[in-house]
């Protein structure tokens, strides 16, 4: 659904997000909105992680449903818990793979 848009400038500010890209691995599924937020779904523990970076701010919902919102920049100086840092970085290596992913895309559309 979607699939055949062409966002226009501004639309990010204007319109709900939509999702651009998503994929699969053995432990979640990983989401990446218009407006760039970032989801996480891990398979196991039904645990999900979302990154914004809008607000530069991660939300961590545990297995008991419970949920909560970090800036990035108080992670970065006080640290976090130890469940949180591993899905963290998990969530690099996913973001990285989506930017390996859109560059690749991006050559492979001006060649």
Partial sequence: AGANITPRDGDELTR???LRHWFRTKSAIVLHLSNGTVQINFFQDHTKLILCPLMGA????????????????????FGCCKELASRLRYARNMVEKLMA???????ATSA
Avoid: D, G
Avoid at 101 to 106: G, L, P, Y
């Fill in 16 to 18: 709900l997000p939509y």
């Fill in 58 to 77: 991660v939300t961590y919902i545990n297995e008991k449903r419970e949920f909560y919102t970090y800036k990035m920049t108080l992670i970065e100086e």
């Fill in 101 to 107: 992913c859109k560059s690749t895309a991006t050559a």
